[in-house]
Structure formats: structure tokens, C-alpha cells
């Protein structure tokens, strides 16, 4: 792994890169969020498997009592940093995990020379949005997102939508 970085909090919580290994638990978690949204190629095992190993080292779990309560999938290419998936357990809200866990990635990114991070939320995501406006990122009003898809069987479910 390239990031040596991890915090712990009185032993009990636990943030340190994701491996292929917490897969499981991780999916169950992001299964609890309402407006996640999982596509069927891209957040299955291999797709993940593929996203770490692209980006070892970058993403981001935290564990409290060895059960995985938040996650931030992160990466780059080689320009640009990407937060995706950043979920913090309802129960484990409020406590300051999800900025601890975005401390971690922003921190991996910075080893590997990435010097601007996106992130993308849905509109109707008010908790998300308040949380990134609240650490200081910046909404862009002056671009447009576009998307394409490559492949009609890679498709998203909304979770508790």
C-alpha cells in the first residue's frame, strides 16, 4: 500500500485503507444508505478489485468494534483526485468519521502529487451537500457533467429511493 497514513480514536474507531477483503462489508454498508446509487458492473467484487489495485492505497474504510461503518472509494488519474461512495453508517453519524476518512484520502491523494479533488452528489442529497459546503468545497456552476455509458448492462440501483 502507498499510504502509510491511519488515525484511530481511543481504539475503538479505526480509519485505514480499504482491501479487497472488506468488499463484503463494505457493499452491506453502502446496501444501508438511502440514495446510494451501485452500479451492477462497477461496484460488484471485480469492479472494485480493479479500482483498488488501480488505486492502492487510496481508498478509505473506517472500523469500530472490527465492523466497517464508513468508506470512501478514492482515486485519480493521474491530474485529478475523485471521491466516490463516501458513507458514514446512520448510527455512527455526527461524529466526526466521514471527515476523518476525507482527511485520509485527501492526504493519500496529496502523496501521489494530485493537487484537485472532485467529488459528485446527487442534487437531491441534502446531507451530502451540506457536508461538503460545510469542509469548504466549492459547488461548480460553471461547468456541465456529462456522461456516457459504454456498456447498456451496467446499471445503477437506487438504494431506499
Known amino acids: 500500500m502507498k499510504s502509510n497514513f491511519s488515525y484511530e480514536n481511543e481504539g475503538r474507531l479505526m480509519i485505514r485503507s480499504m482491501t479487497i477483503e472488506d468488499y463484503e ?3 452491506k454498508l453502502w446496501e ?3 440514495g446510494m446509487g451501485l452500479r451492477s458492473m462497477d461496484d460488484s467484487k471485480e469492479g472494485i478489485e480493479r479500482f483498488l489495485k488501480r488505486n492502492e ?21 493521474g491530474r485529478r483526485g475523485c ?6 453508517h446512520a448510527e455512527y453519524r455526527n461524529r466526526g468519521i466521514a471527515s476523518n ?3 485520509f484520502a485527501l ?7 494530485i493537487n484537485k479533488v472532485s467529488i459528485i452528489a446527487f442534487k437531491k442529497n441534502r446531507l451530502g451537500n451540506n457536508f461538503w459546503t460545510g469542509l469548504g468545497w466549492e459547488m461548480r456552476e460553471d461547468v456541465n457533467y456529462y456522461d456516457l455509458v459504454l456498456n447498456e448492462a451496467n446499471v445503477t440501483t437506487f438504494i431506499n429511493v
Open 57 to 77: 492505497g487510496l481508498s478509505v474504510v473506517a472500523v469500530e468494534d472490527e465492523k466497517i461503518v464508513g468508506c470512501i472509494l478514492s482515486g485519480h488519474d
Open 101 to 103: 476518512m476525507v482527511k
Open 32 to 34: 444501508t444508505i438511502t
Open 107 to 113: 492526504q493519500a491523494l496529496k502523496e501521489e502529487h
Open 83 to 88: 471521491l466516490y461512495h463516501v458513507c458514514v
Open 25 to 27: 462489508s463494505v457493499y
